[in-house]
């Protein structure tokens, strides 16, 4: 039996593996007092809970389970069914709930599901909450109601309307310009969460809009991660179609990835450079700014320099880029993975808000996504992994000693492992928290120029452990 994996991105596992029944029962009962030790309800009223779920095959089993055990513990769910994990934020926001729970496994593979635990404002929980909440996991002790005091449940199918209507009313989209260009699209969701959302928003904006995989099944019809070797079809698709652009999103439905109307990967980075090229571009303020991770492209530094913007990086991690966003009041953020985080809308990634920032750009601009993606600055990422290590720890430790040495290093930043900027290149190298190993991340002009750096770091490393 492999181990459950627990992070700021709350609890992943193998359904029937490490996702048990006992593990489900326990973590949804833990993060049931969680929420009781950390509100401020008065004896004899109930915990408000709001679920979700990404739609994917067997999920309505967690569901149930989640639903039943909640309840039991004195909560009064309210269950929104099949919708994106951002309009499980929302409606956990919005309903003033004490918590919400999105059951999901985000990318992971159809064996996989979990649950994301997020805070009454409808945020993840941060590093220091989730200490607090896996110690009562651990712990196991755990309050259920009486015979008078279990929870009701309720049913509320209307937040994906609801989601999609507060998208159309953000003051800065200009609506009729996206109408006018009546765009062709070609609708990837991975037959998840997605799935009806996703279309609807697409034809509320005047686009057409061709179905590939949205049935809502919860079927994958292929490895759901939105990168390109898993995006082949819809290449394909936009070409058949004669498409304006291709829109791939995950499960849950918190990233956005595009193609364009040639057929090739518009790159999961530009998606966040180009959603805060548009923000950036139609926000009046002198001191703007965006924040994205430390893993995130360095052309977003570039539009920010074109709009007069600063730029702010945080650790890896939905909740730390919104910490970072909020204590800088930054306009827009997200993650180079195609993560927009529009605080206009809620303070977390969302595919919905993505898209409208971005079709309302190439809008503006009156191209081509392809002729977009041409006139943005170049880079390639590159990333790979280190395995077989004995101790990732002292490896990167060692690196570093190197790096503060190296004169032609700019910038380095160990809040989130090693990030060293230069003139040309930037190396992000991270030891992951499940596994023996050390996550590399590079950045160049070109990509073999990425794919050398990387290979040469790997190579030291190994050499030197």
């Not at 279309?199 to 509320?204: G, Y």
């Not at 809502?216 to 498409?243: M, W």
């Amino acid at each position: 039996m492999s181990d459950i994996i627990a992070s700021v991105s709350g609890v992943r596992g193998i359904l029937g593996d490490s996702l048990t029944p006992e593990n489900i029962i326990k973590f949804t009962s833990a993060f049931a007092e969680y929420c009781r030790r950390n509100s401020k309800l008065k004896k004899g009223n109930n915990l408000k809970i709001v679920i979700g779920s990404d739609g994917r095959m067997n999920g309505e089993v967690i569901e149930y389970m989640t639903v039943s055990n909640l309840a039991m513990c004195g909560c009064d769910v309210v269950n929104i069914g099949i919708a994106p994990t951002p309009t499980v934020q929302i409606a956990t926001e919005d309903l003033k709930s004490n918590g919400g729970i999105a059951i999901t496994a985000s990318h992971n593979p159809q064996i996989w599901n979990g649950l994301k635990f997020l805070n009454p404002d409808g945020t993840f929980l941060d590093e220091v909450q989730v200490k607090e909440f896996l110690k009562i996991v651990k712990e196991e002790n755990f309050s259920y109601a009486d015979v008078n005091g279990i929870g009701k449940v309720n049913s509320d199918f209307t937040w994906t309307e609801k989601h999609i209507e507060k998208v159309l009313k953000l003051r800065i989209l200009n609506i009729k310009k996206i109408r006018n260009r009546k765009f062709k699209v070609v609708v990837d969701a991975v037959n998840s969460s997605g799935s009806v959302i996703v279309p609807e928003l697409l034809e509320r904006l005047g686009c057409k809009v061709v179905r590939l995989f949205c049935d809502g099944s919860g079927k994958f019809p292929h490895t759901p991660e939105p990168i390109p070797e898993n995006l082949k079809l819809l290449s394909k698709a936009v070409l058949k179609h004669k498409a304006d652009i291709g829109i791939s999103v995950d499960p849950d439905a918190d990233r956005l990835v595009l193609i364009t109307d040639k057929g090739v990967p518009f790159s999961e980075e530009n998606t966040i450079t180009t959603a805060a090229n548009f923000v950036l571009k139609n926000t009046k303020s002198s001191k703007k700014s965006v924040t994205v991770n430390l893993s995130t492209t360095r052309s977003v530094d570039d539009i920010a320099d074109l709009n007069g913007a600063k730029v702010f990086r945080s650790p890896v991690g939905e909740i730390n880029v919104v910490k970072e966003m909020k204590k800088n009041k930054s306009v827009i953020g997200g993650e180079g993975s195609g993560g927009v985080i529009y605080p206009e809308l809620h303070y977390g990634r969302d595919s919905l808000a993505g898209i409208v920032l971005v079709l309302n750009e190439i809008a503006d601009s009156g191209q081509k996504l392809s002729e977009y993606k041409n006139k943005l600055p170049e880079y390639h990422i590159s990333k790979s992994k280190i395995e077989g290590l004995t101790d990732p720890g002292k490896v990167l430790k060692d690196f570093e000693k190197k790096l503060k040495k190296d004169k032609n290093v700019i910038n380095l930043n160990i809040s989130d492992g090693l990030k060293a900027d230069f003139s040309d290149h930037w190396i992000h190298m991270r030891k992951s928290n499940t596994e023996p190993i050390i996550r590399i991340i590079t950045e160049a002009r070109s990509e073999k120029d990425a794919i050398n750096i990387q290979k040469g770091i790997a190579a030291e490393m190994i050499l030197n452990e």
